[in-house]
């Protein structure tokens, strides 16, 4: 009998431990502090962002789209200066920030233009995560945000 609830004892200690690291196998993204500047042109526009991922997986933000504008576009910001790239990372555990002066969206052939107080839809494509609407506000064209970034 003995032998038998050491061998349940271990089995059951193995089915805990095997759960305890299952959750850290794929991203778990969320994103906080969105907003865009009321743009100042009719054909072009900023967006700002914090996506954190909580999970063990790294992921990509791989596109973005929104009926604001003809296209959304990916920018990264090195060495003072800006150019389009087809992806940026969202470690695992860690954070994406888009933020002014650094990584960016870039919204082209506005199909509006955006006022302060509207909400802008916009949906954020994942390599591994799919698709992720959000709700970005329109701040005044000179917020800065005071947390998030």
């Known amino acids: 009998m003995r032998r038998w609830a050491v061998r349940a004892a271990v089995l059951a200690c193995g089915l805990v431990l095997a759960g305890c690291g299952s959750d850290d196998t794929t991203a778990d993204l969320s994103v906080s502090a969105a907003y865009m500047p ?3 042109s009719d054909s072009m ?3 700002f962002m914090t996506i954190t991922n909580e999970g063990g997986t790294k992921d990509e933000l791989t596109s973005v789209t929104s009926d604001v504008a003809g296209s959304v576009t990916v920018h990264e910001t ?16 860690g954070r994406l920030v888009l933020a002014s002066g650094g990584d960016h ?3 082209e052939k506005l199909t509006r233009k955006p006022k302060q107080g509207e909400k802008v839809t916009v949906e954020l494509h994942f390599a591994e995560s799919g698709t992720v609407e959000v709700e970005m506000p329109v701040e005044s064209a000179t917020y800065t945000p005071m947390t998030g970034h």
């Open 105 to 107: 969206l870039m919204f």
């Open 78 to 93: 090195a060495g003072g200066a800006m150019r389009e790239t087809g992806s940026l990372d969202v470690p695992a555990h």
């Open 38 to 40: 009321q743009p100042v």
């Open 45 to 47: 526009a900023a967006g």
